[in-house]
């Protein structure tokens, strides 16, 4: 489900028969939400594996080709700033003209705003401004809101509890929409970053810190308790909270500024023609977006496919650094569902300082296994770090390097996996700041596959194939030979688990 994968220790299942026996009796079993495993730890819905069953065996199982559609458009969309800026240029270019919608005429929408106001504090009174954004957004950006509202289903939860604690009405969530289209690594042109576009000096003064490994802005729990701090201050200083979000948008200087020019008006629709261009457009354009969500089902918008519920991931506190890459090896879960669920670490490494509390958010399936086998994978992550050092240099020397040319459908997981290389190595060959690609971008890559051999040992020494001895696992034997990583041993051996049997003959390459 969703691309994602929880492995489970277990012995390899022969038949189809143990196979059904199997998913009653299996231990890392998850029935809370309708999921089961098969024999190689891989998740799936109940009623695919009941379709699926009695004619197809369970070890070839395959994910339902709608969903896997789906899965891909999401991943394309993780750290895109495509929906941001589209709704950043529609916000600050709103020209206020009539717009032709007759699907929602006048007289109903007088009324929803009406409701919306008696039970927001908000002023949410109808005038003709707000109808034409509203019927523009409708008219214009019904995908957009689709997108948005799937992605909401993520970071709603998590935004109302924080609100909730500063006392800051729980409507504000809306607001992300408006700064950052729910992207945590929207990036605006002057710098604003994050869920909440803080800017790196107010950031810090609430407590978001930004460091070569993390920013903060990014995290969606933290950026939230410092936003709500940041309006509910605002909200103490101008009384009103259609000023506190203008405020919010151009800072409090600004909206003084257009208070005095005003003659002294406090209310944001008689100073709007007084406030910065943007800020003009910034509280009709969420006042609209709260309408659209909350009618959004009186408009036909049909929600796309949310990449995950807030309730279906937990955190752990890691104990040393390890990568995401690191971590999608251990647990099966993909790198880009890990770069989704921890956007604040920007080099998608996770450090490990005595005094900070940096966590990683994995989904609810992987998180059992993932602590049961911590010693581990950590131990595995700090020998790939050591060794990490001296190959490298001869990495960069070899005559291996290609020049990849960016497909329609590419992202860097994807490039990483097919070169088996790490994402991170990636963007740091090519100066990369983000995980956004252009169809027609020239990347240099060296891949694990060639690998790089040292002049002296010819490529026909090395061995062709592996006899698996007891106590082996993917992740030894990729340790013994030079450019081999676990994802080539799968890859080359058809295994999609990590289940290896005393006695099995894994190949070496690719022939």
């Known amino acids: 489900m969703f691309g994602i994968k929880a492995t489970f220790a277990q012995d390899s299942i022969p038949n189809k028969t143990a196979n059904k026996q199997a998913i009653q009796t299996q231990k890392g079993r998850i029935t809370a939400n309708k999921i089961d495993t098969i024999a190689d730890g891989t998740v799936y819905l109940k009623t695919e594996i009941a379709a699926q069953t009695d004619s197809t065996d369970l070890k070839n199982l395959k994910d339902l080709s709608f969903t896997a559609e789906i899965d891909k458009k999401w991943r394309e969309e993780l750290y895109s700033n495509a929906l941001y800026d589209t709704l950043y240029n529609a916000i600050s270019e709103l020209d206020y003209k009539e717009v032709y919608y007759p699907e929602l005429p006048t007289d109903t929408l007088k009324q929803r705003l009406e409701k919306l106001n008696a ?39 998590m935004f109302e509890r924080e609100l909730d604690a500063q006392d800051v009405p729980l409507e504000v969530k809306y607001l992300a929409i408006v700064e950052s289209a729910l992207k945590p690594r929207a990036k605006s042109r002057v710098g604003a970053t994050g869920l909440w576009q803080f800017m790196f000096a107010t950031g810090k003064q609430y407590g978001l810190d930004v460091s070569s490994y993390v920013d903060e802005r990014s995290d969606p729990i933290k950026s939230t308790k410092a936003a709500a701090k940041y309006l509910a201050a605002l909200y103490s200083t101008f009384g009103d909270w259609d000023l506190a979000l203008a405020a919010y948008n151009s800072g409090p200087g600004n909206v003084l500024k257009a208070i005095r020019r ?20 910034y509280v009709p354009a969420f006042l609209a977006t709260m309408y659209i969500m909350e009618y959004a089902k009186a408009h036909g918008l049909v929600s796309e496919k949310p990449a995950f519920h807030h309730f279906e991931t937990d955190t752990i506190r890691v104990k040393q650094m390890i990568t995401l890459d690191q971590v999608s090896e251990a647990t099966g879960v993909s790198v880009e569902a890990l770069q989704f ?17 940096y966590a990683l958010r994995l989904p609810v399936q992987a998180i059992g296994s993932f602590v049961a086998n911590e010693t581990a994978i950590y131990a595995a992550a700090k020998a790939e770090f050591e060794a990490r050092e001296k190959p490298l240099p001869q990495f960069f020397e070899t005559e291996s390097r290609v020049r990849y040319r960016v497909k329609s459908g590419d992202y860097l997981g994807l490039i990483a996996r097919k070169y088996g290389v790490r994402v991170s190595q990636i963007k740091q060959w090519n100066g990369l700041r983000s995980n956004n690609l252009q169809i027609g971008q020239r990347l240099t890559i060296y891949p694990r596959n060639p690998v790089a051999k040292p002049a002296n040992s010819p490529a026909s020494k090395a061995p062709k194939t592996y006899v698996v001895k007891q106590g082996d696992s993917l992740w030894s034997i990729s340790q013994k030979f030079s450019g081999v990583s676990v994802q080539n041993i799968r890859d080359w051996n058809d295994i999609s688990g990590n289940n290896l049997k005393p006695g099995m003959v894994l190949k070496l390459s690719k022939s």
């Open 341 to 357: 669920l921890n956007p604040s670490y920007k080099l998608d490494i996770i450090p490990y300082i005595a005094d900070e509390q």
């Open 262 to 281: 005003s003659g002294g008006y406090e209310n944001y629709w008689n100073i709007r023609h007084h406030l910065p261009r943007e800020t003009a457009g």
């Open 119 to 157: 039970k927001t504090p908000f002023n949410i009174a109808y005038n003709p401004s707000l109808e034409s954004v509203i019927k523009s957004f409708l008219k214009n950006r019904r995908t957009h809101f689709e997108r948005l509202i799937g992605l909401s289903a993520f970071y709603f939860p």
